[in-house]
């Protein structure tokens, strides 16, 4: 079955005609909802169903990001409120075996909110390490300021979410924490040296090179390639995340309508495809773009299909998981209910 190497948005929570008509022809690798799609259980469970049978297929991976603390596009009063990944980190520094134990059963607790709504996707463990005098965009979504603490954490959270049914994506390869500035409305350039980027902010990423899919950062690290953000450079992507990273897994761009990025949307389609994306995120809900990036798309075929599928494959049957006492001694461990 032919599949475009795209993962697209919706504009709301249900699908209009011409989504359901575009999706069909497109036939899009998978879907990512966000705040703007989800209202109750009930409307997100038919519109996950919704957006598999316009796709025709029964398995096309739905994606979210359910972070914890400013990143969860699902939240009170219908979902639990999570605490972000630097919580983990407090805890950690503590105890690290309750540290960690946090971070893998709040994993698993948030994969089973979102495996009852037919997400099976989540963009989480965040990688990245933040230093001092860079933009929150990170922040606390961080689990720590080290590797090590980063590395252990995200590994912890990213075996929860297997455990639950739900797909890792570890984010932003290799490394968003020095950014200066929100790749969400400019573009970051780090300065550092490449010797110092491979002792501080790839590790995490090599340590998780493992994993099924993982996203890219729209940064640029000028000691490798000067000229192009990681999601669009061949040199990135071929000597830094597939060679000294070792990541052999489906790697997806960040989001191609995020204004870090040059070019029109098709441009930014086609030069992160031939930069060595597997797939391409976008993730607004414009129609017009959607169809766009898919103009300017390929399908879905040869290594990067052989990735798609491997990833697709490490989804695990869910074991009987007992969601009232996980959330006690969630709420134990960390210091805050799941309510």
């Known amino acids: 079955m032919t599949v475009s190497a795209f993962i697209a948005g919706c504009a709301g929570p249900t699908l209009s005609p011409d989504e359901v008509a575009f999706f069909r022809d497109a036939r899009p690798w998978g879907f990512i909802l966000f705040s703007r799609n989800c209202e109750t259980p009930d409307q997100i ?21 359910q972070e914890g603390g400013r990143v969860q596009r699902l939240g009170p009063p ?17 105890d690290r075996r309750t540290g960690l134990a946090a971070a893998r059963l709040g994993a698993r607790l948030i994969a089973h909110d979102l495996l009852e709504l037919g997400i099976d996707v989540d963009c989480l463990p965040v990688l990245d390490v933040p230093v ?14 080290t590797p ?50 491979e002792t501080t902010d790839f590790p995490p990423f090599r340590a998780a090179a493992d994993l099924p899919l993982a996203m890219t950062a729209h940064v640029v690290y000028s000691a490798i390639d000067p000229d192009a953000p990681a999601t669009t450079s061949k040199t990135v992507i071929d000597t830094v995340i597939r060679g000294f990273i070792g990541y ?13 990025l040059s070019g029109t949307i098709g441009e930014r389609t086609a030069a992160a495809l031939a930069a060595g994306c597997d797939l391409v995120l976008h993730c607004n809900g414009d129609l017009a773009e959607m169809t766009a990036v898919a103009a300017a798309c390929r399908p879905l075929e040869g290594r990067a299909r052989e990735r798609a599928d491997r990833a697709a494959a490490m989804r695990r049957p869910v074991e009987s998981f007992d969601v009232e006492a996980a959330r006690a001694q969630f709420a134990r461990l960390t210091g805050t209910p799941v309510v």
């Open 248 to 260: 052999d897994g489906c790697l997806m761009s960040d989001d191609v309508s995020m204004r870090a």
């Open 148 to 197: 090590e603490v980063v590395s252990d954490l995200g590994r912890a959270a990213a075996a929860g979410l297997l455990e639950g049914g739900v797909l890792p994506v570890i984010k932003h390869i290799p490394g968003h924490g020095r950014a200066g500035v929100d790749s969400h409305h400019h573009l970051p350039v780090v300065e550092t040296s490449r010797a110092a980027l």
């Open 132 to 145: 001092e005098g860079a933009h929150d965009v990170i922040g606390h979504r961080a689990y720590g300021v």
């Open 78 to 94: 219908q979902w639990p409120a999570y605490p972000a990944g630097r919580r983990f980190g407090e805890v950690y520094a503590r």
């Open 45 to 65: 469970r038919a519109l996950t169903a919704a957006l598999r049978a316009a796709a025709d297929r029964p398995d096309a991976p739905i994606l979210i990001d």
